[in-house]
């Protein structure tokens, strides 16, 4: 099957220009102007930019948390993924306390076998460093795991500084990128305590326990063991300008640093927690929290300036009912946002309608970046001739108003209810196959393919 995208503009991470696209089969075969290709079919893209498909790299489906399962598994987090035009995942797997990284990916192997309907990979969550975790590593990268990912915060999952040390230490010599969870623990854990003893139990002592300052101090620390280690790190969700100071300083000093950000910090701010409903509030519980609004911009600048190098959307939903097993008690509302499948649209709409990023910067956080970090590229993350023909065909005209009922994700509810887009997405196709239109899913089989990924090329 040939098939022609006519008419349209192309983006990559250097800009974006008028070009057909010829796909056969699975690929892209061919790209530039006026293509006469002989083709089975023919795609109108007129006045649409066609991005190469999102890439996700930071999602939790059917992961356990506080007594209970995020309401998306692999095939209700898939199928919005590729509504929101993200046609591939990576989550985490996290094996228990004690089990060997194999058995737990082994594990995630099987949750998502069968039942995701993008393609995906998996990050390795390291929450515990030992001889035996470390005899393990080559095993990972020989199935395709080429990232990790560590936790300065959670008492059960965390990592202490010397542990740390030593992991950054040896995945690096053995070519692997890890991300890391910074938020200081031990603060946390006490300021949790005082507003407990003090019977402040609403949602609003939830930001008011993890402020912004405990996120860069965790981001400080972490950069400078990282440079013991002389090790390249990523900071996930990375929600403010403090923080994102002490990243700017570690790069002045040459260290590598990656930085990812979320769309909730973007979009979204901490008044949020301070709403006296308590349902309207506990729905945007994630950790690290939503902040003052004056951070939105200070990320936006960063995203203009390449500071920040991906958007990710820690997609971790769980149900209104969920969220309410922390209505007597703000820590146990099991923290996280469905995001996954409103990504592309707010970045979009937010960010180059507002023109605060161009349309190449908007395809390099979403796209090309993870996929070369994330060591993907050049299967994904751009629309050359050879890369996978995954496709978000993107019409900047009109709008649509974004709401729970139309999504496909089992959270029942979007942070973004009432948003009114730019533009929308109008297809994703999924290595040639159309496989959404104007907001359905049209995949009636997962046929997502595991990624095995090779290492970092950002
Ligand atoms: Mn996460």
């Known amino acids: 099957m040939r098939t022609l995208f006519k008419g349209g503009s192309v983006a990559s991470g250097r800009g974006v220009r008028r070009a057909d696209l010829l796909v056969e089969g699975e690929k892209v075969s061919a790209l530039g102007r006026g293509l006469k290709a002989e083709a089975d079919r023919i795609i109108d893209v007129g006045g649409c930019v066609l991005f190469p498909g999102f890439i996700d790299a930071h999602t939790h489906f059917d992961l356990e948390v ?9 095939a209700s987090g898939s199928r919005a993924a590729l509504r929101g035009g993200t046609t591939t995942v990576i989550d985490f797997a996290c094996p228990d306390k004690g089990e060997s990284l194999a058995s737990g990916l082994g594990r995630w192997r099987e949750k998502a076998g069968g039942k995701t309907f993008c393609d995906y990979g998996f990050h390795m969550t390291i929450d515990d460093w030992s001889g035996s975790v470390r005899q393990e590593l080559p095993e990972m990268f020989a199935q395709g795991i080429s990232s990790f990912k560590m936790y300065m915060t959670y ?16 995945l690096t010599a053995l070519g692997g990128i890890c991300g890391v969870h910074c938020e200081n623990a031990g603060v946390i854990d006490a300021l949790i305590a005082e507003k407990k003893a003090a019977g402040e139990l609403s949602p609003a002592s939830h930001p008011r326990t993890r402020p912004p300052y405990l996120e860069a101090e965790a981001v400080a620390r972490l950069l400078r063991i990282a440079q013991a280690a002389g090790a390249p790190v990523v900071i996930v969700h990375l929600t403010n300008g403090e923080a994102l100071g002490e990243v700017l300083r570690a790069r002045k000093r040459g260290q590598t640093v990656y930085v990812e950000t979320c769309p909730q910090y973007l979009a979204l701010d901490e008044s949020l927690y301070f709403q006296e409903n308590f349902s309207d509030a506990a ?11 004056r951070e939105q ?12 190098q991906t958007v990710s959307t820690d ?31 707010l970045m979009w709409s937010l960010g ?5 990023i161009s349309v190449a910067q908007m395809c390099r956080v979403l796209s090309e970046n993870p996929a070369r970090l994330y060591g993907l590229f050049p299967r994904k993350g751009t629309l050359q001739p050879g890369a996978d023909a995954d496709i978000v065909v993107y019409d900047p005209s009109g709008g649509h108003i974004l709401r729970a009922e139309d999504c496909e994700s089992a959270a029942g509810y979007t942070p973004y209810e009432g948003f009114a887009t730019d533009g929308g997405i109008r297809q994703v196709w999924l290595r040639g196959r159309l496989a959404a239109e104007s907001g359905n899913v049209l995949l009636s089989t997962p046929e997502g393919k595991y990624m095995a990924r090779g290492k970092c090329a950002l």
């Not at 180059?352 to 605060?356: K, L, T």
């Open 66 to 74: 506080a007594g209970t399962v995020t309401a998306d598994g692999f």
């Open 155 to 170: 008492p059960a999952m965390l990592l202490g500084d010397g542990d740390l040390y030593r992991a950054l230490k040896e």
């Open 315 to 345: 997609h971790c939903a769980f149900t209104l009912e969920q969220k309410a097993m922390g209505r007597e008690d703000f820590t146990r509302i099991p923290g996280g946002l469905p995001g996954v499948e409103a990504r592309g649209e």
């Open 283 to 293: 729905r945007y519980v994630c950790a690290p929290p939503l902040r003052e609004k």
């Open 352 to 356: 180059v309608a507002r023109r605060r």
């Open 297 to 308: 911009d200070i990320l936006w600048r960063a995203l203009r300036r390449g500071d920040i």
